[in-house]
């Protein structure tokens, strides 16, 4: 299997511009989970989604953030407008949801830069 | 609500030193535990788990045990390399069955030098 797959690996943008980040999770996963990692905050869940519905968006940090999931194989986290301090990397995770303990796959990230 | 603390770092050691990481955890019923590792420029990758008080989680030399009795799941390895270098996070789930989600400690830099 390929792994969780992000795109882009790196962006660099001006303020104000919309910003999108892709993620492929891995075949047969029924979770998807969207991260920000930033020296000041550490690794913080933004968004997670079961069977492609949004379970708890209770971390994304404000309007400016959304994220959809329009099938399983695939997820958008959108930012619009971007400002510098959404500089960070975003990763995306995903998991097969069973009775027990869910292992979540984490992807290679999306590093953010917001000029 | 539930939340990890482990301890800060970086810890710096030699190589074949031994390891430990300290972690505590503050959680409602009996959590999964848990440790990633994340290399430089990638992704966590799951190190190990456990999934019950008294377990043991291990894996390429690391391991932890689940100990509810002083709420900790400590990392150690015997003897490090510097190919062990990385970001080391301990977490826990939380939520229901079928909608649980992580909830990670703040990161423990491990550098090893030759």
């Known amino acids: 299997d390929a792994g969780v797959i992000q795109s882009p690996r790196h962006e660099v943008t001006e303020m104000g511009q919309e910003v999108t980040l892709r993620c492929k999770p891995i075949?047969?996963?029924?979770?998807l989970f969207w991260y920000r990692q930033t020296m000041m905050r550490g690794l913080e869940l933004l968004i997670y989604f079961n069977n492609n519905v949004p379970i708890d968006d209770s971390g994304m940090p404000e309007d400016r953030f959304s994220a959809k999931m329009p099938n399983a194989s695939f997820s958008t986290l959108k930012i619009q407008p971007s400002e510098p301090r959404d500089s960070a990397v975003y990763f995306c995770?995903?998991?097969?949801?069973?009775?027990?303990?869910?292992?979540?796959?984490f992807g290679p990230g999306t590093r953010l830069t917001v000029l | 609500g539930n939340s990890v603390t482990q301890m800060e770092g970086p810890v710096t050691l030699s190589e074949e030193a031994f390891l430990t990481i300290n972690c505590t955890y503050t959680a409602t019923g009996y959590p999964s535990l848990f440790w990633y590792v994340q290399y430089p420029g990638e992704g966590l990758q799951l190190l190990l788990k456990a999934t019950k008080a008294d377990d043991k989680g291990s894996n390429k030399g690391f391991e932890a045990t689940y100990r509810k009795e002083t709420t900790s799941f400590h990392l150690e390895k015997g003897s490090v390399q510097v190919s062990d270098s990385a970001v080391y996070f301990c977490?826990?789930?939380?939520?229901?069955?079928?909608?649980?989600?992580?909830?990670f400690g703040t990161g423990t830099r491990l550098l090893v030098s030759p």
């Open positions: 995770a995903s998991s097969l949801v069973e009775m027990g303990t869910d292992t979540q796959y």
């Open positions: 075949s047969g996963h029924n979770s």
């Open positions: 977490a826990l789930s939380e939520g229901d069955t079928g909608f649980q989600k992580l909830v």
